[in-house]
């Protein structure tokens, strides 16, 4: 067995990917805290931080809350300066027809119709798809978030639509929370296919930056596009 | 003209107090939830081909 290793994410892109984890944490926690989550009459986060601080813990809340969003948003248009600007990373990220096709492959597997199955190029079209999804839930829960705050409101002008002030204000604080219970869903579905047995080397890579060749040769494509692994003989 | 119509058939103020949104919320969450059980129950009973070659 050989120690040969293939780069996967770099060093930027790793510090990129546990920042996001640290500042939707701290997002989540104020977050639920300043919605004051009623569980069955409980309400376990404005309880917790009362402990810690006492009863005037808003400002510091709503200090951290923005201080994150910044640190998330900030680390958005990096991300999007480093890896399409510098690393020239873009259509590559995007779910292509081959990628539909090979998908349907898959998902026949998964329903036990097929037993062709598909390696995939870096990511798969599950994969851009939720990349393509956390995009947009987190610019319109940064964009409802800075519409809810006097300080950040100019960030998102729209002062020239005829809305009333209570109008935007109801639907902007339903957006942001309404779109949070969606980012958790898909933060939860990211969580469980990372840690998987089968993706474990991936999970590893994430602090690494490498994968072994030899498990890189195995489950993915060696061109762009995927490549159609086919039905093992029955003897076989 | 047509967002203030909207503007007032769809602000109703006082909404948060009967906190709707911790229902549909839940129902988001639970949906995914569910979905990743499926996912894993399903692939423990077939798992994905090995690949021999």
Do not use: C
């Not at chain 1, 991300?79 to 510098?86: A, C, V």
């Not at chain 1, 349907?104 to 599950?126: H, Q």
């Not at chain 2, 769809?10 to 948060?16: E, G, K, L």
């Amino acid at each position: 067995m050989s120690n040969q290793t293939v780069q996967r994410y770099d060093l930027i892109q790793r510090i990129y990917h546990w920042a996001n984890l640290g500042a939707l944490l701290v997002l989540l926690w104020t977050g639920l805290t300043i919605y004051d989550l009623n569980i069955f009459g409980t309400r376990p986060f404005s309880s917790f931080v009362t402990t810690l601080v006492g009863e005037n813990f808003m400002p510091l809340i709503f200090g951290l809350h923005i201080y994150a969003a910044f640190a998330l948003l900030g680390g958005l248009i990096m991300h999007i300066i480093y890896d399409t600007g510098i690393k020239g990373i873009f259509w590559s990220e995007i779910p292509s027809k081959a990628d539909f096709k090979a998908q349907n492959i898959l998902a026949k597997n998964f329903l036990g119709i097929s037993k062709e199955y598909v390696k995939f190029p870096k990511f798969n079209i599950g994969q851009k798809m939720l990349h393509i999804g956390f995009a947009i839930v987190i610019v319109l829960i940064g964009a409802t978030g800075f519409m809810m705050s006097a300080n950040y409101r100019f960030l998102v002008p729209i002062w020239w639509l005829p809305l009333s002030f209570d109008f935007i204000s109801f639907w902007a604080r339903y957006i942001h929370d309404m779109l949070t219970f969606v980012l958790i869903t898909m933060v939860v579905m990211h969580v469980y296919f990372g840690v998987r047995r089968e993706n474990a080397p991936t999970f590893k890579s994430m602090f690494s930056g490498t994968v072994p060749k030899e498990y890189q040769e195995k489950h993915f494509s060696s061109s762009d596009e995927p490549e159609l692994i086919p039905a093992p003989d029955e003897e076989g | 003209m047509i967002l203030q119509a909207l503007s007032n058939v769809f602000y109703t103020p006082n909404v948060w107090q009967n906190r709707f949104v911790d229902e549909i919320g839940l129902l988001i969450v639970t949906t995914g939830i569910i979905a990743v059980t499926v996912h894993f129950i399903v692939r423990h009973i077939r798992p994905p081909i090995k690949e021999s070659h």
